[in-house]
């Protein structure tokens, strides 16, 4: 019965839709985590009222804007993290997500990925999606990997994260 129950669960679909105000108290709960924090390039730590505010009012306000489109991760209505698109030159875009450390390991991730994959190749016409992984950031890489991407090489001290340079891999889907 249980294993019922969390087979259910897994198969529950998530939803990409645009940010509004009353997903502040949940970006606040979700992002004020460092298991979170630790893997995302510009996340305030503690991420404050004030943080999310300014976020999804820069959300919306972004919605009008072609180069970046960033969508809250729903599942039946209940709010679990985010991603998002930054579109370079009409053709390619990076991609960056995340998912409440509650709902883990439950295909959230990768069914989000799945979705913005079609976003951006289907709807957006892109060419070439691609993804900055930290290294040691496994899950990230995992999922990167089952939606068909494929690993370029790695970026010595690629990005500055807190202030100290991090080796980053580099993921993309090319079509
Ligand atoms: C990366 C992240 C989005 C994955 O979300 P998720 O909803 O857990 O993803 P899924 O459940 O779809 O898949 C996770 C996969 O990683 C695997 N995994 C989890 N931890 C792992 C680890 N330490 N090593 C290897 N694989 C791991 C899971 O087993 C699962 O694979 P499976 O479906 O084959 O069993 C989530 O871990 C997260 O938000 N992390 C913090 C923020 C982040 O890293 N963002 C991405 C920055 S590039």
Redesign the pocket.
Known sequence: MILLMISAERLQMVELVNYRFDHRDSLVKLLNNP??EK??LSVPSPYTYKDADYFIANSIFDINIPDVRRFAIETGGIHI?GIGLRIKQNYYAEV????GEE?????????ALKQIMEIAFEDLSLVRLS????EG????E??LL?CGFEYEGTMEKGRVKNGVPVDCKVYAKVI
């Open positions: 298991n979170v893997w995302l993290g960056g997500y995340w998912i709902y883990w390991n439950c295909g959230y991730g990768s069914e993804a900055i992984v930290f950031n496994y899950a990230s995992k999922i089952k």
